[in-house]
């Protein structure tokens, strides 16, 4: 469990990207254009093709609020994980599944614009049949521990 915490960590120091912030001066404001975010691979408990870009924070720091986009592809599927803080979920595109029972005649489907939070702690099992791209925010480190039913 440690180990994988720490691969996962491994890979997060390469997520975030260099110098592709706008800093707006007056008032302070941190502006991402959608042109500009530099899309890497998502970590290995993800599919190889799912992409990741870093809006705001570091995702690997303890206590530091962060902002990313994961863009998944078809047939996308996440085992059974829990996280050990709250993560938040906004659909921008396409659609995901979720199942707190952890099959898929539990699903509950949430699509562009909507929105949900998975407490700290709670299994569930994350796909996408269609594809989807998503926007997680939450308090670092992130991070997934799978989950043995």
Do not use: K
Not at 27 to 52: F, G, H, K, M, Y
Request: aromatic fraction near 8%; charged fraction near 20%; charge should be negative.
């Amino acid at each position: 469990m440690v180990g994988f915490a720490m691969l996962v960590l491994a890979w997060l120091a390469c997520a975030h990207p260099p110098g592709a912030v706008e800093a707006v001066v007056d008032p302070p404001q941190l502006v991402r254009r959608a042109d500009t975010l530099d899309w890497r691979p998502c970590p290995p408990v993800l599919p190889d093709s799912c992409r990741i870009a870093v809006l705001e924070g570091d995702p690997r720091a303890t206590g530091q609020l962060y902002t990313v986009r994961l863009a998944v592809p078809e047939a996308f599927e996440m085992p059974p994980h829990t996280h050990p803080r709250n993560e938040r979920l906004t659909v921008l595109d396409g659609s995901v599944s979720v199942s707190f029972a952890l099959d898929r005649e539990e699903e509950r489907r949430f699509e562009a614009d909507d929105y949900y939070v998975t407490a700290a702690g709670v299994p569930h099992v994350v796909w996408s049949d269609a594809g989807a791209t998503v926007q997680l925010t939450g308090i670092g480190p992130w991070q997934t521990d799978p989950f043995t039913p």
